[in-house]
């Protein structure tokens, strides 16, 4: 049971590192104004635009498994603060497409230059596991991740 504990505790320290002051936000705060008080998943909505330029927000939603009415309020977070730019989708207006703006592909930039620095610590770092210890973690996070998908709360 103590392992159990041991590895909840490291979980729930490892989630709490994501917050409005994580070395990552500081970081990406530091190299342009635009990025303050964004949220991660406002950060990687930035990157998906750069890479998948005028997308509907079904796209993102599916792309993120974000619900409808959260992805909603991030988007016009990300459009009130000069990041995206919305068009009518030309196949239905009743739907939108998003792209980003010059700022927002700056920030978006920066947090994919972030992502390459962190990618290549992690990375460094699993080298010290053998191919038996990195399929346990693949397997131990894919458990964790559909647990966390799937979380019901009474």
Same mark, same amino acid.
């Given at each position: ?35 303050? =008080? ?7 909505? !930035? *990157?998906?635009? #750069? /890479? ?7 796209? @993102?939603? =599916? ?7 959260? !992805? *909603?309020?991030? #988007? /016009? ?7 995206? @730019? ?13 792209? #980003? ?54």
């Amino acid at each position: 049971m103590a392992i159990f504990q041991e590895i909840l505790q490291k979980y729930n320290h490892l989630l709490a590192l994501d917050d409005d002051d994580d070395q990552e936000k500081v970081w990406l705060r530091a190299k342009d104004d635009n990025a303050h =008080n964004l949220s991660t998943s406002h950060f990687h909505i !930035l *990157s998906y635009l #750069l /890479a998948q330029p005028n997308v509907s927000a079904k796209q @993102i939603s =599916n792309e993120f498994n974000i619900l409808p009415g959260t !992805l *909603s309020k991030r #988007l /016009a977070l990300l459009v009130k603060r000069g990041l995206v @730019i919305t068009q009518a989708d030309l196949k239905d207006a009743r739907y939108k497409r998003y792209s #980003l703006t010059k700022s927002g592909t700056q920030v978006a930039r920066f947090h994919e230059e972030l992502l390459r620095q962190k990618n290549a610590q992690l990375t460094k770092a699993l080298r010290s596991f053998d191919q038996d210890e990195l399929q346990t973690i693949t397997r131990f996070l894919t458990t964790v991740t559909k647990a966390e998908e799937n979380m019901h709360y009474k």
